[in-house]
């Protein structure tokens, strides 16, 4: 089985990668949708003035502001991945079309490194600012994501690989 071009290996994770990437759409539009409605109701809670609540149901618009600012991160999540996706499905096509080292692969593999770079340092802020506006929860400790940091370093390595691939290739052109 081919690794590169029509027919192979890549040209399959692309089609995924399509998939996903519809998928994180709808999921984003829902999950904006959903952030909006939270915005409105903790701004004017009068609009479930004609809604007879639970106490469970009370309790999640007494916490609107709260679960509007999950939301909110939950989108920015989201919108990274749904970047990082994107990116992933230009380079995938650039080996679909056989052209491994095309230079605009460069700038997508480090903007894939800065975004999980971001994701990772954007999870330690929620946590921080989570542990000051909510004193009373202490159920969710940050851990240290060896995991996450080394994946940035792998991607910013490959950028770097594929920067010296594509070096030698327009050396390579450039030989009679």
Known sequence: M?????GSVSSFLKIILDVVFVILWVLLAA???????AVLLSFNPDLLAGVTLDS????VVRRGPVLATG?????VYLAGVL???GCLRRIFATLTAGDPFHPDNIARLRLIGLIL??????????WAVGAWVLPGVTDVE???SLTAWFSVLVVFVLAEVFREGARLR???????
Not at 2 to 6: D, H, N, Q, T, V
Not at 56 to 59: I, P, V
Not at 170 to 176: C, D, H, M, V, Y
């Open 2 to 6: 081919r690794a590169l071009g029509p």
């Open 31 to 37: 999950v904006a949708v959903i952030t909006l409605a």
């Open 56 to 59: 469970e149901a009370g309790e």
């Open 71 to 75: 939301l909110a991160a939950l989108a």
């Open 83 to 85: 970047v990082i996706v």
């Open 117 to 126: 770079a971001a994701l990772e340092l954007g999870r330690y802020a929620l």
């Open 142 to 144: 940050p851990n240290f």
């Open 170 to 176: 327009r050396e390579a052109e450039l030989t009679i």
